[in-house]
């Protein structure tokens, strides 16, 4: 391998198969490692959707995110990691062609209530230039309700409705 070949290899892009290696290999570190994989791997703006288990519909509604600085507040992962000390994740993620990642996650534990968590997850990524650029989430709606909750909302305002505290849940 010539120096520029071995320039060329270092400086490329993630291939999605090297994306789903990394999450694969962060679940199976636990919920920190994961959520840290998955904090590099989003492009500066992206797209995303948060749906119900079950058939998506033919033309889910979007939101555009931009990722913003670090700092300030903890991230959602340290919060549940504080308020959720038994925090566990498995689960799994895999390459599919065109570009794509698909996986599946349960998070369990104990909230801060007392009551179990156990949040099935499922999600889509597409990949461009070795970034997620579009992300689809879905979960079990009220199980997610009850882990935001748990945290204190820690999503609100962030411009994906579904992922913050149901008015109506608020007590």
Not at 30 to 48: C, H, I, R
Not at 63 to 75: A, N, Q, T
């Amino acid at each position: 391998m010539t120096a520029l070949d071995r320039e060329r290899a270092l400086s490329a892009p993630e291939t999605t198969a090297e994306l789903a290696g990394r999450l694969r290999d962060g679940i199976a570190a636990g919920f920190l490692m994961y959520a840290s994989v998955e904090a590099t791997m989003f492009a500066p703006s992206f797209e995303t959707c948060m749906l119900p288990l079950g058939t998506a519909p033919a033309d889910p509604d979007f939101v555009r995110l931009d990722r913003g600085p670090v700092g300030g507040r903890p991230r959602v992962p340290t919060i549940a990691s504080r308020l959720i000390p038994d925090l566990r994740i498995t689960g799994t993620a895999t390459e599919r062609p065109g570009d794509v990642i698909v996986g599946d996650f349960t998070l369990t534990g104990t909230l801060p209530d007392g009551w179990a968590l156990h949040l099935h997850t499922e999600f889509r990524c597409e990949v461009r230039g070795g970034l997620v650029t579009r992300y689809v989430v879905k979960n079990d709606p009220d199980e997610f309700q009850r882990f935001v909750t748990a945290l204190g909302n820690p999503y609100a305002g962030k411009g994906v409705a579904t992922a913050e505290v149901r008015v109506e849940d608020v007590r």
